[in-house]
């Protein structure tokens, strides 16, 4: 079977077989760019074949990922003409992402002194970073975000995530001012859980400019940590399209931030008694 | 042509255009799916053809792979048979990384007060994450290991791009104990800068039995914070398999960490004076 398939490479001419390695290439090509503009003269270059063929190749590539939901290639008007791949999840790969989700954290061993829910081994799980990456990405992809906006610690691996299938940036929104930030931006902020006063800084040149920014953390109760973000972005004038977090508390329902997406909703964390988590946001009454 | 490809599409029973939407569902599945062993059963199920039909396209799948060098299929022996997707860059590719970065890097701007190396906007960009974890699963994708740690915040960004390729989970080693890492194990030690005693502490429930760790991280000077690292996850009794730097002094060349990989050096930091980058390590004398 080896021998075969090496003889059916070696045969280049042949349209039949030439035509399966562009779709291979073609495929890894656009999957390893998401939402990056690829012309089809780059293609062509690449593979080494007319722009006629390579256009039916994409068209091809197009139908397959649309068929199974996993992903757009979208086309490109203007002068050359290109294609940008966007992520997409089907549905019922959500639903088993979300019931694993929710068995997974739960479980009354997670909640923790104060009312707050363990999360960090799930947040460090590659699968459920991917998929929070790709969930979120799909939401946003068309929304014109060219910067993801985070704050250390826990929202840094989801952040990444989210933007790696975005192709923006991602800048961390740091508690503290270190030397190695060089100039940056603070504001400061009454804390909600300690009611101390504390700074959230950004490293300036970090930050691109006209930023259109996502902001992504891994929880949000009140809202006050996104609402200081904001303030913060401000302060760039950068617009802020959209705020996601992963887990958001059911109460209090309304929080200080009013547009907003969770993937997950848990509710009050009593010890001892059960966790509930639900997909989404909270569904105010 | 859109309607040539949707006639070609529905012909589903006509081997040729069967193939072509196979070779494509199957590039996506392992690209999707780095270092993870799928067995060609669950890849037949999948694409609703025959398991000998699907390893042939799964070999052509692998030499175009092989032949763009931007990707190994390996096989897994024993029971079913399976495959696994490793990512490879390009000798001519990585050259380009390199020289971008420092062309990027290597502007006296950067120079920061202390004799720090300003990075954090190249250590945002989703390209240089994507690369650089590229790089570092190459590295250490036969290793065995089974985690990559890193030390909060600078880190994250690659330690959760190189965690994506290799498919493992990342914990984060965190400056203070926080009440959202439940319990947690902590070491003292006396940071080289400020000559002042610091924690570090990591969440017990977020390291894996029998963890196999790769510590990451973006930069090392003397090496104290990684060596720090070590002795924490010796507390786990945790294997150290290696440790990987974005950035690493060329002085002192002898750091208190004697096994490591740097993807790029920098000479000693002057204000106004040039910056020296070369890729890799640091060569001794």
Redesign the interface.
Known sequence: ??S???K??ACRGGG?VR???R???I??YL??RPNCAVSLSELADGMEAAKSSV??DV???R???A??E??VVQTIAGAGGGVKFQVRVPAAVREAFEQDIIQRLGDVSRI???G?L????VL???DV??FSGRLLAERFAESGVNVVVTV???G??IA??T??Y???????V?REHR????AAVSVHYVSGSAKRIQTMSV?K??MPQHAKALIVDD?MRAGATVQTVKRLLAEFDAEVLGTAVFMSTLEPALKLVDDYISLFSVGPLQEDQEVLIVPGNAKPD
Do not use: C, N, Q
């Not at 975005?166 to 961390?172: G, I, R």
């Not at 030397?179 to 060089?182: A, E, F, I, L």
């Open positions: 079977m080896a075969k398939v090496a059916m490479l039949h035509r399966s390695e779709l291979i290439r495929t890894k999957l390893d256009s039916e068209a091809m590539v139908d397959v990922l068929g199974e996993t992903g923790l002194p104060g707050f363990y999360m960090s081994d460090g799980d590659p970073l991917d250390e610690t826990k840094i691996p990444v995530a933007a790696r975005l192709h923006v940036p991602v800048v961390v740091r030397v190695t930030d060089g490293s040149r970090a929880f």
